[in-house]
């Protein structure tokens, strides 16, 4: 059974640095093909993708947020973590991670998400 | 907005059938990448509804299909009920980005 949950403060200031950590169990991010990936969602408005570390340590990124972000995964601990600099209010959102299959490049398991606000 | 385009909206009454489209670029849809949809029910995480363009998850009902075409891709549920209200997002890879895509997500009303 594969689960994921997020983690991570609730508010966090602008200009701040957010890092949020993805716990999973039910597979490893050894295994050929697989991969994690990190998904906001603001308020009211769509799903948008942030990055991606496939197990073989390839990292992606959203062209947009590249400047501001870094994944990284740590097999041994069954975690993924983001980091975002620079934190803005427009970064409010629930953050989502999810498991991607070997074979496939859909997003089959997700975590029920965290939301985090950007506030002074 | 996204790099896949959805209509914002769809209804139907129960019982009908709706169809919700998907329109990529010849650099994600259209190159040939899968195309994956989600159901989002209100406060919940997006549900794995389709994979592979057409294929669903164990669990999911028939009523569920998946199709592609060119550089769209189309979800079609039959029999609408009232629990399939719901937002819906289609997803592929895009291999200009070199990522992750996503639509802009529909939202389903049940009439």
């Known amino acids: 059974q594969i689960t994921l949950k997020e983690s991570g403060p609730t508010l966090v200031k602008p200009t701040q640095t957010l890092t949020l950590t993805c716990t999973f169990s039910g597979f490893s991010l050894s295994t050929d093909g697989v991969g994690v990936a990190w998904i906001r969602q603001p308020p009211g408005k769509p799903l948008e993708w942030l990055a991606l570390v496939y197990w073989d340590d390839d990292k992606r990124y959203s062209p947009s947020l590249r400047s501001r972000l870094t994944i990284t995964g740590d097999t041994s601990k069954n975690q993924v973590v983001l980091t975002m600099t620079n934190m803005d209010p427009a970064d409010s959102a629930t953050y989502f991670c999810?498991?991607?299959?070997?074979?496939?490049?859909?997003?089959?398991?997700w975590g029920p998400g965290t939301l985090v606000t950007v506030s002074s | 907005q996204s790099v896949l385009t959805q209509p914002p909206s769809v209804s139907g009454a129960p019982g009908q059938k709706v169809t919700i489209s998907c329109t990529g670029s010849s650099s994600n849809i259209g190159a040939l990448y899968d195309v994956h949809w989600y159901q989002q029910l209100p406060g919940t995480a997006p549900k794995l509804l389709i994979h592979g363009n057409s294929n669903r998850p164990s669990g999911v009902p028939d009523r569920f299909s998946g199709s592609m075409s060119g550089t769209s891709a189309s979800l079609a549920i039959t029999g609408l009920q009232s629990e399939d209200e719901a937002d819906y997002y289609c997803q592929s890879y895009d291999n200009s980005l070199r990522g992750v895509v996503f639509g802009g997500g529909t939202k389903l009303t049940v009439l």
């Open positions: 999810a498991h991607k299959p070997h074979g496939t490049s859909c997003l089959f398991y």
